[in-house]
Structures are given as C-alpha cells and as structure tokens.
C-alpha cells in the first residue's frame, strides 16, 4: 500500500463545483487583487481567529516580515525565535535589518521554552516570536509575561496552526499579533501562496495595509517603504469556500492523531515516542510527529515500503549556512539539535483512511522488530 504524505483530492472532489463557479465569477469581474473576495476572507478569518482584523498579504513569509516592520523593529534590533522551525521566521527578522536571537525549544511540544526566554534579553531586543509548531501552541502565558516586562511585541506564527487553542482562547489574539499562512500543505490552504495577520490592533492593522501596497496611502503617495504583498482574489474565493469546512477538517485530524497514539502505544514499542497534546491546548495536527532514534534508518524503510515521510527539520536555524555569522556552534540549543535529529513526520490529512494507518504502523513495528 503506498501512502502519500499529503493527498488533495478528495477535498478538491467534495468542493469541486463550487470552487469552480467562484473562480468563473472572479474571472469574468475582471477584478483580481484586493477585491471583494479579499474583504470577505479578511472579514471572515478576523472573526473566525476572534480578532477585530484581519490584512491579506502574499504569504506567510510576508505576513511576519509586515508585522516585524509594524510593530517597529529594525536595523540593529534583536528578536527571539526558535531554532526549530521553517526557515521564513528567523528568515523575516533577517530581513528587517535586524538579529535573530535563537531559543531552545521544550522537547514534548517542539515549542520555544518560556524558561530560556528571559537569559536572552538584551538592550537590543523588541519582539518574540514564538511559533505555534505542527499545529500546537507555545505556552503562552509566560512568554507574555516576559513579553510585559520587558515592553515587548509578541508576533505568533500560526502558519501551521489556524484554529489551534490555548487556555479557551484562539491562536491568532493570544500575542500582539498572529501570521497565518495559505501555503496549499496547511488546514487551510490556497491553491497558491497567500497570507494574513490577524490583530487586535487597529493602529498596527493600518501600518500592515499601507506597508502591503508598496506603503502607499492614499494612492500614489508614499511616507514609508513599503512592499508589493497584496492576496489575490482568486486565491481568496478559494480560502473563503475553505474556511467552512476547516474545523470539521480539523476535528478529523485530531481523530486520525488519536488513532495513530492508539495505534502505537498498542505496539509497546519503546524507540518511539508519539506526539503529546499538553492541557488546555487545542492541537490540530498540522503534522503528526514522532521521536525516535533511529529517525533516518526508520524514514528509509518507509520509503522502501512505499510510505511518504517528512523531516520537519533536519537543520536547525542557528547552524544554517546563512546564520554562520552569528556565532552560534552545535550544542548551543540542545533540544533544538536533538530534535532535529529525531523527529519524523507520518502522513496526516483529513482524509487519511484507517486501514492507512494501520499498514504505517504495522511496518513500523516490524521495522523496529526485525
């Protein structure tokens, strides 16, 4: 049986018609950037993440990079991240002009460690991004807490987690702002790149729409530099049939999630750790992600066998070729380069069948048997 690690159709099947006749509409009103369609999913997203607004960007790369230069960072400046992570959040800092400051991660939850936070606080610094990674939040109570004490912006990167919780609240108002991003892969994707910040904040909300349309308001006169970052309207008809179905899809990935955990524990096998959804947080299962040591030999075999696996991440940041001059050396963060080395992704979409599920951890098991 051969699995995919992500598979599309089935969705595209049960949406079909209607994503073509929207399509056909924005086609024929000749009206394809920052339109109706953008307005609604702006509207639309901002009340789903319980936030007063919501601003359309390219991408999610763009959607961190906007809000980074919104809340004022820039040349010279330091901002916290994790190490472990996709490459766009230190990436965006990077390209404010300013530092990447890398931050060990807590090991069961792959997210950025309150605890280490405050030792990496300088004179220089002015925003924490904590990332909201494979679809569970960062512990964000004391992250804020700091964030407060030292006057702060704190900038969640939500890209691989819409409609995740912490503590009853949605990602998307728990910091000062969140980035969302529509990359096809995640629970909410486009058929594209496309992006948004969500906010609470209305001066900051305006700052992000100037800066989106090459800082340009009103039109032609510019105060600032801004950037040409604008969402299609095609892309958002798509995201606005979508976002309906996102919790049902969601709450399938949690029920896949929990078949996987049963499925696994039931082996008894100890080289593998499952992934752990702590209290009081809504994980939705952008991924599904075990440990175990012998990640390399293990993503081999499923190859082999004609299962799809990923390595979400294989490098961390601070040891990435590009960040060399930051000083950083291996064994500076090391949950961060631990689980770099142990973590592997098993395919995971709503669609995903049990039987599915039950071959992957069948060879699995008879992988660590044999």
């Known amino acids: 049986m051969k699995v995919q690690m992500l598979e599309l159709s089935e969705q595209y099947e049960l949406l079909k018609e209607d994503i073509h006749n929207v399509l056909e509409e924005v086609i024929a009103s000749s009206h394809f950037i920052l339109g109706e369609n953008v307005k609604r999913l702006e509207e639309n997203v901002a009340k789903y993440s319980h936030a007063f607004y919501g601003i359309g960007v390219a991408s999610g790369s763009d959607a961190l990079l906007l809000s980074l230069l919104a809340c004022g960072v820039k040349e010279g400046d330091e901002v916290l991240v994790p190490s472990f992570t996709f490459f766009a959040t230190a990436g965006a800092v990077a390209r404010c002009g300013a530092k990447p400051v890398f931050v060990d991660i807590e090991p069961i939850t792959f997210t950025l460690n309150p605890e280490k936070i405050e030792a990496a606080i300088t004179k220089k610094t002015r925003a924490i991004i904590p990332v909201h990674l494979y679809g569970q939040t960062a ?11 030292y006057h702060l912006a704190v900038i969640e990167d939500a890209a691989q987690a819409i409609g995740a919780e912490y503590k ?16 096809p892969t995640k629970n909410l994707g486009a058929y594209g790149d496309g992006g948004m910040v969500v906010t609470n904040n209305g001066e900051l909300a305006e700052k992000i729409q100037v800066l989106r349309v090459h800082g340009s308001k009103p039109k032609y006169h510019h105060h600032v530099l801004g950037f040409n970052s604008r969402l299609d309207e095609l892309q958002a008809a798509i995201l606005n049939i979508k ?7 969601n709450k399938l990935r949690l029920e896949k999630a929990t078949n996987y955990t049963k499925l696994i524990n039931a082996t008894g096998l100890s080289e593998v750790t499952p992934p752990q959804t702590i209290k ?10 075990i440990r175990t040591k012998k990640r390399d030999e293990l993503q081999t075999y499923f190859k082999e066998q004609g299962i799809e696996t990923m390595v979400y991440y294989p490098k961390p940041l601070h040891l990435q070729p590009v960040f060399l001059g930051l000083g950083y050396q291996e064994g500076d963060l090391p949950e961060t380069e631990k689980a770099c080395r142990e973590a592997l992704s098993l395919p995971m979409f709503p669609e995903l069948k049990g039987e599915q599920q039950e071959e992957i951890i069948e060879k699995m098991e008879r992988f660590f048997k044999k």
């Open 243 to 249: 976002l309906p179905h996102l919790d049902n899809w």
């Open 139 to 149: 512990d964000m109570d004391p992250i804020n807490e700091v964030a407060k004490k």
């Open 168 to 183: 009853g609240k949605r990602v998307g108002t728990i910091g000062t702002v969140a980035c969302y991003s529509f990359f």
């Open 280 to 289: 009081n947080r809504k994980h939705v299962f952008h991924q599904y992600t």
